[in-house]
């Protein structure tokens, strides 16, 4: 079992958007979360591991330390200079890192013993395939773990944040909201949470890069739900998570917006599966 060091982890989140790298660190740092949510449902990680989705590869390289082997896949090269680096100076060996697309992987079927997909499967835009190749490569009876932030809230705004939690993801589209940060951090960079360091956005407009609005496929609750019945998956269980500024509430009446088809999307800021594939 890994032990999170809050400190570390803290200290490398305030400068992950600095480069791959820096974020790199904050994922590796980061990771004895996702261990700690695998040891909560008893999965097993010590077998041939995809990070399908690895981004810049911190999380994949945590699993290399625990795992026989690791493939860690991803679209873009992001972990070229990032995760190499930080496997390289860790001396692990058992990692392969590979440009390639999570919707049509480079891998025989029934080979894997466990999928890792964190913050991906709403970047891909082909959510269905993902899922059905992740089952594909997967050994039947094996495990994919699958997280995303609900389309509502405001992790999954994908966008800046206020300090005062103002909801503006939920009636203002996606195009206004990106200009409006902008704009602020341009005018007002106090109102920001975190400031431009918190923000990927944000820190390109600070060191003067060409800002793109990153693209997000709407990954509702309901949805998901629906994805994970139609690719053969069966879920084992689900957790969601809230921001503590919800726990004000009182308990059954949290339990029911987090349940309720109305406000789940919104209150719950992490939606997390646990898909097996069936032995048949
Ligand atoms: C928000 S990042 C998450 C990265 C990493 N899993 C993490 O938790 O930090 C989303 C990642 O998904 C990758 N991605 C998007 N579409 C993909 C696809 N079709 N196949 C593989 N990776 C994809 C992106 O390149 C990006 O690195």
Not at 58 to 72: D, L, P, T
Not at 149 to 172: D, T
Not at 211 to 237: A, W
Request: hydrophobic letters at 35%.
């Amino acid at each position: 079992m890994k032990k999170l060091d809050k400190k570390l982890l803290d200290e490398a989140g305030k400068i992950r958007f600095k480069s791959e790298y820096n974020y790199a660190l904050f994922e590796y740092y980061r990771s004895p979360k996702l261990f700690n949510e695998l040891d909560m449902e008893g999965i097993d990680y010590s077998g041939v591991v995809l990070d399908n989705g690895c981004g810049s590869g911190g999380v994949a390289i945590s699993f290399a330390e625990e795992s026989e082997k690791v493939y860690a896949l991803d679209i873009e090269p992001r972990f070229i200079g990032s995760g190499d680096k930080i496997a390289a100076d860790k001396k692990i060996k058992n990692i392969e890192f590979i440009q390639g697309d999570g919707c049509d992987l480079p891998f025989e079927d029934n080979c894997i013993d466990l999928v890792l997909s964190h913050s991906v499967i709403e970047h891909t835009f082909k959510p269905l395939e993902y899922l059905k190749e992740s089952y594909r490569v997967l050994k039947p009876g094996a495990i994919m773990f699958l997280e995303t932030p609900p389309h509502y809230s405001f992790e999954g705004a994908h966008m800046p944040r206020l300090k005062k939690p103002i909801p503006m993801q939920l009636f203002l589209p996606r195009k206004f909201l990106y200009k409006f940060y902008i704009r602020t951090a341009r005018r007002h960079p106090g109102w920001i949470k975190g400031g431009t360091d918190g923000s990927a956005l944000l820190t390109d407009l600070a060191n003067g890069k060409d800002l793109t609005m990153e693209k997000v496929d709407k990954m509702t609750i309901g949805r998901l739900r629906r994805l994970i019945k139609r690719s053969g998956f069966e879920c084992l269980n689900e957790r969601t998570y809230h921001p503590g500024f919800f726990d004000r509430f009182p308990k059954p009446l949290l339990s029911f917006f987090k349940k309720s088809i109305i406000t789940r999307n919104f209150v719950n800021n992490t939606y997390k599966a646990f898909l097996r594939k069936p032995v048949n």
